[in-house]
């Protein structure tokens, strides 16, 4: 299995949350992993950045952020050039695919949670 690199945007340190389970399965199942999220924590033995930083090679953004909080994060995220963007559900956000996709970044409407289950991530 190829390790693709991932930053989690929206990561929480609450068990409940779908971007923690994120984090974890991520990392269990041997992906490097970056975490940005509103409040500072760890998760799996990573780090929640509170603010951006800068990323390099990374190949997926997995998104748990709601459209309208998405968009201080547009021009982070087209800067940091991933190969793909996962909106996960309740993120899905049409004015921002029209901004990934003339950059070259794949937009994916998915769970990143049923991709890594089903080893399609």
Excluded: W
């Excluded at 945007?9 to 992906?31: D, F, Q």
């Excluded at 999220?37 to 090679?57: F, L, M, Y």
């Excluded at 993120?91 to 990934?100: D, K, S, V």
Aim: hydrophobic share 35%.
């Amino acid at each position: 299995m190829k390790n693709k690199k991932t930053l989690v945007l929206g990561a929480s340190t609450n068990p409940e949350r779908y971007s923690y389970k994120a984090v974890n399965m991520l990392v269990s199942k041997g992906h490097s992993v970056i975490a940005i999220g509103q409040k500072a924590g760890e998760v799996a033995g990573i780090s929640i950045h509170t603010k951006t930083i800068p990323v390099k090679n990374i190949d997926t953004i997995t998104l748990y952020l709601n459209p309208s909080r998405q968009r201080e994060y547009y021009n982070f995220i087209v800067e940091t050039k991933p190969k793909r963007v996962v909106f996960n559900p309740g993120t899905e956000n049409p004015e921002f695919y029209q901004l990934l996709e003339p950059n070259g970044i794949e937009v994916e409407i998915a769970c990143t949670l049923v991709l890594l289950a089903t080893n399609q991530y």
